[in-house]
């Protein structure tokens, strides 16, 4: 019985990535349009739900608090790239470069007390186990956008 589940919990696994390689695979090298970027969000939400095993309760608690930590975090590293990206060390002082530096690093920390203080919102609607499943799928999800993109 066990291994059905198991079995069945791969095959949804394997048909939700199929869905989220071919979301990634129909963008535009320059701009994905936004139906792909929501093709791409939606495959995430979906290995997310099905790795996490979200009963109905949860998932109404979980995903307003999923999407809000998500945003924060987006923005988080968008300001990073853009600091890494626009100011770049050519031509400025040791001072300007460490300040920017600085920025860096701030905002590395301000994306630990984010992930600090979700985890605890997390933990009020979703299992200490679930927010590991959580952050598995997040990171097995990522690696293979970066595996996709690797391909092109």
Known sequence: MNLKLTIRRYRKIFTILIIAFAAIGSAN???????EIKRIQDAKV????NRLNLTSEQS???WPVYNEYSQKRRDIHRAQRKIINDKKAEGQT????????????????????????????????????QVIELYKAERTFNDM???????R
């Open 29 to 35: 090298a320059q701009r994905r349009s936004e139906e």
């Open 94 to 129: 040791d001072d300007q470069v460490l300040d920017n530096l600085k920025e860096v690093q701030d905002l590395r920390q301000k994306d630990l007390d984010l992930e600090k203080e979700y985890q605890n919102k997390f933990l009020k609607v979703i299992t200490a186990s």
């Open 60 to 62: 109404v608690g979980f």
């Open 46 to 49: 979906a290995i997310i739900t």
């Open 145 to 151: 956008l970066i595996q996709r993109l690797k391909q």
